[in-house]
């Protein structure tokens, strides 16, 4: 398999040794004079610790070569990898004009190829970057997309001064894209890395790197908020952080990760709130810890939102206790979503199998009749009155129950799902709340 890397900056230089190394015959493509004389020199274009030597040998190897001629790199290559710059915009946007312009290039050099060739895009670049490249290939080249050429969403995942591990090492190599053909040859070419693939929609591949790099910036900053808490305090933050990120079970994990309705229940709103009162008192600004909350009551009230834009009275509330298998009413976003809708007049019934008022005790039946003191009226123990009586069902918790819901709901009735009951997804008028 030939590979032509556009691009010889971070990535594409990184890349290309890599490549290289794994005996891939490369050719890397840019516009800057400069870094095809350092490339052909057998020097890397950038400092990383390593590279200087894999792209040396590869060139003394004849396996790495550089051009600014992209009609060659693509007439003697199988796959074209696109690795060019996106920087920010002047209103924050990423720059795709890089992509566009090699994708241009790429499609001119196409109109006399006449084997398959698969275009990847290790670029970071916005959702629909991939359908556009797509198109202009189509429209420059003549050539039919999917069955004469590929463009497959493949993000990368390097970080500078550990590029080279990274390379080979990454958490996992991801591929989108509607070329069964063009995604196998990216397992071919990957198929030295140990690590697992995943094949997903295109619009995730392009969209998980910006997912990835802002949760590790929230990750920083979160660090040091509780940084500079603790040395207000005296406390050892590093001892105390990396006992956090002992815990894999819950706070380096997959759980919490699942969007959907707001949190609530007795320990995270009460701990949450005693924190940001604890640096208060230390004076100390901690701007992550005080905007949790005010991002969880944007998710309440995007909920709500959601459920009035249907323009109904009657209004099924499917969980009440603030998660699944539990009775725990205490800070309850289902529960303060019902209080609100009852407030606007709105008409509600509520089903929760956990939730029974004779056997609610202690501070727990107190929130619970404080916040809705005509409960009685609300909670039905009846699931076909439950279903039959409402034009609107909002599923909040899942359940084995919903088998049965599920098939006596009235065919025109709206359902809003927070908790993602894939059982739910193909109702005629369903809607998810964040999918």
């Keep these: 398999m030939r590979i032509s890397i556009f691009g010889l900056g971070y990535v594409g230089c990184v890349s290309i040794g890599c490549f290289a190394n794994e005996g891939f015959p490369t050719i890397g493509v840019d516009i800057n004079r400069n870094k095809i004389d350092l490339i052909n020199s057998g020097k890397a274009t950038i400092i990383e610790n390593g590279l200087d030597d894999l792209i040396n040998k590869g060139v003394e190897r004849k396996l790495i070569e550089a051009t600014n001629n992209s009609e060659y790199a693509v007439t003697e290559s199988d796959v074209g990898i696109i690795c060019v710059g996106t920087p920010n915009t002047n209103t924050g946007h990423l720059n795709t004009q890089q992509i566009f312009a090699v994708a241009k290039e790429i499609g001119n050099a196409l109109k006399s190829k006449k084997e398959f060739f698969t275009i990847t895009i290790r670029s970071t670049v916005p959702p629909g970057t991939n359908r556009a490249v797509s198109k202009i290939i189509s429209e420059l080249s003549g050539r039919r997309e999917d069955i004469d050429f590929a463009v497959i969403s493949n993000p990368e995942f390097l970080r500078e001064g550990s590029a080279i591990e990274d390379f080979y090492s990454p958490p996992y190599t991801v591929v989108g894209g509607s070329s069964v053909q063009g995604i196998k040859i990216v397992e071919d070419i990957f198929s030295f890395i140990s690590a697992p693939l995943y094949k997903v929609e295109i619009e995730i591949a392009e969209m998980i790197k910006f997912i990835n790099n802002s949760f590790h910036a929230l990750k920083v900053v979160f660090a040091n908020e509780i940084g500079r808490l603790c040395k207000s305090m005296n406390i050892n933050s590093y001892e105390l952080m990396n006992l956090f990120a002992e815990d894999s079970i819950l706070n380096i994990s997959k759980k919490y990760f699942k969007p959907g309705f707001s949190y609530g229940g007795s320990c995270l709103p009460k701990d949450l709130k005693a924190l ?160």
């Design 276 to 435: 940001n009162l604890l640096a208060h008192d230390y004076y100390v600004n901690v701007p992550i810890l005080e905007a949790i909350n005010n991002s969880n009551i944007v998710q309440t009230d995007f909920i709500y939102n959601l459920i009035i834009s249907k323009n109904v009275k009657k209004i099924g509330v499917f969980g009440l206790s603030f998660k699944t298998d539990t009775d725990d009413l205490r800070f309850s976003p289902s529960l303060e979503l019902c209080e609100r809708l009852i407030g606007k007049g709105f008409s509600v019934t509520i089903y929760d199998e956990n939730v029974n008022i004779s056997r609610l005790v202690g501070k727990n039946k107190e929130f619970l009749i404080n916040h809705l003191p005509h409960i009685d009226s609300l909670l039905t123990e009846d699931l076909n009155e439950f279903v039959a009586n409402n034009d609107l069902l909002i599923f909040v918790h899942d359940s084995h129950l919903i088998s049965e819901v599920k098939s006596a709901i009235k065919e025109d009735a709206f359902i809003i799902d927070v908790a993602n009951i894939t059982s739910l997804h193909d109702l005629q008028n369903y809607e998810g709340a964040c999918w």
